[in-house]
């Protein structure tokens, strides 16, 4: 065994002033990359590694790979396109399941609370509007806190930072599953400004994850046909599809979800994926189509025909003229800044709520309780400002409307009379934005109302989603969307040879919000076209996703990648910074480097294990020609501890032959997809175990990825973000130096690590910004 302690540092006498004739980089190697290495899962603070989308080609794999003939080949390709079609089924009758509860639980507490207010009882039906939500705010809060705390939020970020290689713990796990389902059903039903359709997206990547565990021996699922899937690359893609189709369940919006996991979720993507991700939503949107038609027949209780998103904003007359365009423009720039506005706001409360979840469980039960309390009382207390409006005389409906859904809230109005403030915000929020996007009902809301709806959900979905709960964005940014677009239409709105609505400036206003918040374009587009059955809308939906998102762009980044970014997740983005094409590699490394011989001693392999947390070790041979090293390869800590653990390859003398004479499958190294894995301190090795000797030669990766010392860092991200990479071996140019100088991990990537080690990089990005010289500009 080798230790190569990397070069250290030195002052360089730096008087303060910048010369461009003096290196900008110290040679720092020796420093050790304490940056990024934990992140805040749910509420806890966790270790990340990554996951292993790269294949390690040792013989063992390899003897493996030869042995699979056509009828291996055939059952892997048949339970891909198994495990497509069960992940669509699993996922769409949960999604059915998620609305038909939320609509039936609050159903009933609207019902009941309407009912007390007919009968006069307006402090009861206070008690119990507050109350129930109370209740169903502190279950989810409950359950979440002390079972599954990584089901805490959307589940968009760490879907999305699993996608891109990142292995943070529990946020696919069963548990994860259950209090996500159950959690979502009880914050939505408790009025709480939230949605669905973030946690949608992350149930459906745990049960992809869940199905392809490759079997489980804890549970007898030990189907030969399983074991095709005990790898992280297959569990990816799979993921990718349940992704795909929890936003196709949630929006019943089956190529808006292919598309939602194309451009958001997948930091890979390949024509396989492609027809793998549509095969999944395509069962999604059947089955949802036959389970519909059943409730439709009244079946459902509730239900009837909400929950599932479907806004009818049908017009066949839309017609668009040059006096339209202003307003359009104007709601495109509106949704930029706002957009912009609302996830700097955000990720503020998200710090703040952080400060208190660190004091405690309690402290999050009651900052939820709190939450909860003055959702409530401004939901009942603000439609009281409201005026009562007579019922138009042409209605559509039933007017005033008695019970949950419509457009004409009684609330406290005498008969013939509806409160439009409470239509909009004693409401579920699939109902609020079904009244916002409905057409023919112009004079139905003042603009007053929508406005103050705006500032309240505004409010409320900034302060609700932060709490320990599966919560969602999505819904939330579409009402918040929605309400300033319809102002905007009763600004602009009702002038003459113009077919847009008020329904329609909703609609428009909501695609402008949810651009200038998530930067998506062109699955948010299919999705909103998918949700108003419309395609008249197509072109102005695009231009207000293309101005919104262009504008929101000048300011911050998305919302989801603000999460990730504070939780701690170390994110591989697909550009480059511009500072990075002035390192190389050689700038970044941290050590020191532990490396390992082809035949090594139990003890030292034991030593090493315990006192480093690596996961990865360069093996070396040397040649007895000239005492020269080289690389023969890499191997992982996981293989090491199975090694270590089966026994079977333990030598007496280092001069045995390579293998031992024991024989290993693949199987035996197989990644585990959850549970417990065994540790280093797991294992029992007594002290003659200790002095023999095993052969890493056949269980090395003997083709790692490699890189000179010499390339650019921005070369180095390419490479290693496009090819999935957990480790990336870094080779001197000298070749009469060690065969390996050191090992690039993501974490090496980060730009806080980076400009931690050149901290005068840093000072120069900014005054690069502040000249506002060209990006490609160079200071050497």
């Given at each position: 065994?080798?230790?190569?302690?990397?070069?250290?540092?030195?002052?360089?006498?730096?008087?303060?002033?910048?010369?461009?004739?003096?290196?900008?980089?110290?040679?720092?190697?020796?420093?050790?990359?304490?940056?990024?290495?934990?992140?805040?899962?749910?509420?806890?603070?966790?270790?990340?590694?990554?996951?292993?989308?790269?294949i390690?080609?040792?013989?063992?794999?390899?003897?493996?790979?030869?042995?699979?003939?056509?009828?291996?080949?055939?059952?892997?390709?048949?339970?891909?396109?198994?495990?497509?079609?069960?992940?669509?089924?699993?996922?769409?009758?949960?999604?059915?399941?998620?609305?038909?509860?939320?609509e039936?639980?609050?159903?009933?507490?609207?019902?009941v609370?309407?009912?007390?207010?007919l009968?006069?009882?307006?402090?009861?039906?206070?008690?119990?509007f507050s109350?129930?939500?109370?209740?169903?705010?502190?279950?989810?809060?409950?359950?979440?806190?002390f079972?599954?705390?990584?089901?805490?939020?959307?589940?968009?970020?760490?879907?999305?930072?699993?996608?891109?290689?990142?292995?943070?713990p529990?946020?696919?796990?069963?548990?994860?599953?259950?209090?996500?389902?159950?959690?979502?059903?009880?914050?939505?039903?408790?009025?709480?400004?939230?949605?669905?359709?973030?946690?949608?997206?992350?149930?459906?990547?745990?049960?992809?994850?869940?199905?392809?565990?490759?079997?489980?021996k804890k549970?007898?699922?030990?189907?030969?046909?399983?074991r095709?899937?005990?790898?992280?690359?297959?569990?990816?893609?799979?993921?990718?599809?349940?992704?795909?189709?929890?936003?196709?369940?949630?929006?019943?919006?089956?190529?808006?979800?292919?598309?939602?996991?194309?451009?958001?979720?997948?930091?890979?993507?390949?024509?396989?994926?492609?027809?793998?991700?549509?095969?999944?939503?395509?069962?999604?949107?059947?089955?949802?189509?036959?389970?519909?038609?059943?409730?439709?027949?009244?079946?459902?209780?509730?239900?009837?025909?909400?929950g599932?998103?479907?806004?009818?904003?049908?017009?066949?007359?839309?017609?668009?003229?040059?006096?339209?365009?202003?307003?359009?423009l104007?709601?495109?720039?509106?949704?930029?800044?706002?957009?912009?506005?609302?996830?700097?706001?955000?990720?503020?409360?998200?710090?703040?709520?952080?400060?208190?979840?660190?004091?405690?469980?309690?402290?999050?039960?009651?900052?939820?309780?709190?939450i909860?309390?003055?959702?409530?009382?401004?939901?009942?207390?603000?439609?009281?400002?409201?005026?009562?409006q007579?019922?138009?005389?042409?209605?559509?409906?039933?007017?005033?409307t008695?019970?949950?859904?419509?457009?004409?809230?009684?609330?406290?109005?005498?008969?013939?009379?509806?409160?439009?403030?409470?239509?909009?915000?004693?409401?579920?929020?699939?109902?609020?934005?079904?009244?916002l996007?409905?057409r023919?009902?112009?004079?139905?809301f003042?603009?007053?109302?929508?406005?103050v709806?705006?500032?309240?959900?505004?409010?409320?979905?900034?302060?609700?989603?932060?709490?320990?709960a599966?919560?969602?964005?999505?819904?939330?940014?579409?009402?918040?969307?929605?309400?300033?677009g319809?102002?905007?239409?009763?600004?602009?709105?009702?002038?003459?040879?113009?077919?847009l609505?008020?329904?329609?400036?909703?609609?428009?206003?909501?695609?402008?919000?949810?651009?200038?918040?998530?930067?998506m374009?062109?699955?948010?587009?299919?999705?909103?076209l998918?949700?108003?059955?419309?395609?008249?809308?197509?072109?102005?939906?695009?231009?207000v996703?293309?101005?919104?998102?262009?504008?929101?762009d000048?300011?911050?980044?998305?919302?989801?990648?603000?999460?990730?970014k504070?939780?701690?997740?170390?994110?591989?983005?697909?550009?480059?910074?511009?500072?990075?094409?002035?390192?190389?590699?050689?700038?970044?490394?941290?050590?020191?480097?532990?490396?390992?011989?082809?035949?090594?001693?139990?003890?030292?392999?034991v030593?090493?294990?315990?006192?480093?947390?690596?996961?990865?070790?360069?093996?070396?041979?040397?040649?007895?020609?000239?005492?020269?090293?080289?690389?023969?390869?890499?191997?992982?800590?996981?293989?090491?501890?199975?090694?270590?653990?089966?026994?079977?390859?333990?030598?007496?003398?280092?001069?045995?032959?390579?293998?031992?004479?024991?024989?290993?499958?693949?199987?035996?190294?197989?990644?585990?997809?959850?549970?417990?894995r065994?540790?280093?301190?797991?294992?029992?090795?007594?002290?003659?175990?200790?002095e023999?000797?095993?052969?890493?030669?056949?269980?090395?990766?003997?083709?790692?990825?490699?890189?000179?010392?010499?390339?650019?860092?921005?070369?180095?991200?390419?490479?290693?973000?496009?090819?999935?990479?957990?480790?990336?071996?870094?080779?001197?140019?000298?070749?009469?130096?060690?065969?390996?100088?050191?090992?690039?991990?993501?974490?090496?990537?980060?730009?806080?690590?980076?400009?931690?080690?050149?901290?005068?990089?840093?000072?120069?990005?900014?005054?690069?910004?502040?000249?506002?010289?060209?990006?490609?500009?160079?200071?050497?």
């Amino acid at each position: 065994m080798n230790r190569l302690s990397p070069d250290g540092g030195g002052d360089d006498g730096n008087d303060g002033s910048e010369s461009l004739a003096s290196p900008l980089l110290l040679p720092q190697r020796s420093l050790i990359n304490s940056t990024s290495q934990v992140a805040l899962v749910g509420a806890n603070v966790c270790p990340i590694e990554s996951l292993d989308y790269e294949i390690a080609e040792n013989d063992v794999f390899k003897q493996d790979w030869r042995s699979r003939g056509k009828k291996q080949m055939f059952q892997y390709l048949f339970m891909k396109w198994s495990l497509c079609f069960l992940v669509g089924l699993i996922v769409s009758v949960i999604g059915f399941f998620n609305n038909l509860a939320v609509e039936n639980i609050a159903g009933l507490k609207f019902v009941v609370t309407s009912n007390m207010m007919l009968a006069g009882r307006f402090k009861m039906a206070f008690f119990v509007f507050s109350a129930s939500n109370l209740v169903l705010t502190l279950f989810a809060t409950l359950i979440t806190a002390f079972i599954a705390p990584a089901a805490a939020g959307s589940g968009i970020p760490e879907v999305k930072a699993y996608l891109n290689g990142v292995d943070a713990p529990g946020i696919l796990s069963l548990r994860t599953l259950f209090v996500k389902v159950v959690g979502s059903i009880s914050a939505v039903s408790a009025s709480l400004v939230v949605g669905k359709a973030g946690p949608m997206v992350h149930t459906g990547a745990c049960v992809a994850s869940l199905l392809g565990q490759g079997g489980s021996k804890k549970y007898g699922l030990t189907w030969k046909w399983l074991r095709f899937f005990k790898n992280d690359r297959d569990r990816r893609d799979l993921v990718t599809c349940g992704s795909a189709a929890g936003i196709a369940a949630a929006f019943r919006a089956p190529v808006g979800g292919v598309l939602f996991a194309l451009e958001e979720m997948a930091s890979w993507w390949r024509s396989a994926l492609l027809w793998r991700s549509f095969f999944a939503t395509a069962v999604v949107a059947i089955v949802l189509r036959a389970l519909i038609d059943v409730c439709l027949s009244g079946k459902c209780g509730l239900f009837g025909k909400g929950g599932l998103i479907m806004f009818d904003v049908y017009s066949a007359s839309i017609t668009y003229h040059l006096t339209d365009v202003p307003s359009v423009l104007l709601l495109g720039v509106m949704g930029g800044i706002l957009g912009s506005f609302y996830n700097f706001l955000l990720e503020k409360v998200l710090r703040m709520y952080n400060f208190i979840n660190e004091k405690g469980t309690v402290y999050k039960i009651l900052l939820a309780c709190l939450i909860s309390l003055f959702t409530s009382c401004l939901l009942f207390g603000v439609p009281w400002l409201g005026s009562c409006q007579p019922c138009p005389p042409d209605a559509l409906e039933a007017c005033p409307t008695i019970g949950r859904s419509g457009n004409y809230k009684k609330f406290q109005c005498s008969s013939g009379h509806y409160n439009d403030l409470a239509s909009l915000i004693f409401n579920t929020n699939d109902d609020a934005i079904r009244n916002l996007f409905s057409r023919n009902t112009d004079s139905e809301f003042h603009a007053s109302s929508v406005l103050v709806f705006f500032l309240i959900c505004c409010v409320l979905s900034i302060l609700s989603y932060g709490i320990v709960a599966p919560v969602g964005l999505f819904v939330p940014v579409i009402v918040t969307g929605a309400s300033y677009g319809r102002f905007v239409g009763m600004l602009f709105g009702g002038r003459p040879h113009s077919s847009l609505n008020h329904g329609l400036y909703a609609v428009l206003g909501a695609a402008s919000f949810l651009g200038g918040s998530m930067r998506m374009t062109v699955s948010l587009c299919v999705i909103l076209l998918e949700l108003t059955n419309n395609l008249l809308l197509l072109p102005l939906i695009m231009l207000v996703l293309l101005i919104s998102k262009t504008v929101a762009d000048a300011f911050n980044g998305n919302i989801y990648d603000l999460i990730m970014k504070a939780k701690g997740f170390p994110y591989l983005v697909a550009h480059t910074e511009p500072y990075m094409r002035q390192l190389t590699v050689a700038d970044v490394l941290s050590g020191p480097l532990w490396t390992f011989h082809g035949v090594e001693k139990v003890g030292t392999i034991v030593h090493v294990l315990r006192i480093t947390k690596h996961n990865g070790f360069p093996v070396v041979d040397e040649c007895s020609q000239d005492d020269s090293r080289v690389l023969y390869g890499l191997i992982l800590r996981a293989h090491l501890v199975e090694l270590l653990k089966r026994k079977d390859g333990f030598m007496s003398t280092s001069a045995e032959s390579r293998g031992g004479g024991v024989e290993f499958s693949a199987a035996d190294f197989a990644k585990r997809g959850s549970g417990t894995r065994d540790t280093i301190d797991d294992l029992e090795i007594s002290a003659e175990e200790m002095e023999m000797y095993v052969d890493l030669h056949p269980f090395t990766n003997a083709s790692p990825y490699t890189v000179v010392e010499t390339m650019s860092l921005a070369k180095a991200l390419v490479l290693f973000r496009q090819l999935g990479l957990r480790h990336l071996l870094v080779i001197p140019k000298i070749t009469n130096r060690s065969p390996v100088v050191g090992i690039l991990t993501r974490h090496d990537f980060m730009p806080e690590h980076v400009l931690g080690l050149h901290p005068l990089l840093f000072r120069s990005r900014w005054k690069r910004l502040r000249l506002q010289v060209p990006r490609t500009f160079s200071i050497f």
